[in-house]
């Protein structure tokens, strides 16, 4: 059963992101690196660790999706960023992982702040007892006052190999679904929905606001723009699916200025919003099982 809100008016709606309480965000290898070196942009990440920590300052819960794993693999190994063997890619994953969270625990230490690493993968999900205690344990580092950093665990599950649970964005959106977020904001390479790819098509229009996901659906081009890290157009809708029927507000927004998360939780226009509507009967597990 669908729990539908009285019609409200973008402008109303964008306010109410002001009050969310459990906030997701997730950032992907594009916006995470220098496009001309590889390199991490560790400027970015400050940013980007100083918006959450204001996030946590005010009072709400925080969850960070990140990439990057196999990208800052590659770099440290050096291995060409367009190495794709599948154990390369793993080995990649368990150095970059391990790299990129000693950063993140040092950024986030300087504002005081703890964080816990949590790696996933589909089984989390799809296996009840797996997917009771990853619920347990977001909910007491929550409690606890932790800012949780989520990847997929790429050293075990990898996207060419099946038992995947698929791009980050698909990701966080799970993960949004798994602890009950009320927010997830998806940093993008692009400034979110367009009614066509606006790289290719001058004529293609912004959309700020979605309140029904299916008018939307086909919007989606599979392109990022970007050749490192996964998820285009069709795979943040993809999320909004879930996001959506989770009861979580998803906007995709540019990550180029991560001043952008503190913009869209003050209830400003930036970014596309898709409005959630809550399934009562809709099922993660099941959802991810039959995908
Ligand atoms: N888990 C991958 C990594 O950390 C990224 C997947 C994605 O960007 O969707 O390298």
Redesign the pocket.
Known sequence: MRNTEPELTEKEYRGRLKDRKRIVVKI??SSLHHMSTGELNLTKMERLVRELCELKNQGKDVILVS?????VGKKVLNIAPTDKEVPVKQAC?AVGQARLMMIYQKLFAEYNHTTAQILMTKHTIVDDINRHNAHNTFTELLKLGVIPVV??N?TVAIHEVEDTIG???FLSAVVSNLVGADLLILLSDIDGLYTDDPRSNKNASFISFVDKLDDVMDMGKESTGSNI???GMSAKLHAATVAVNAGTDMVIANGKDVSVIHKITEGRYYGTLFKSCRDDGFDIADYIERM
Request: no cysteine; glycine share 24%; aromatic share 0%.
């Open positions: 992907g290898s990439s990057g794993a196999i990208a994953a990847n997929e790429d791009d980050n964005d890290g996964t998820g």
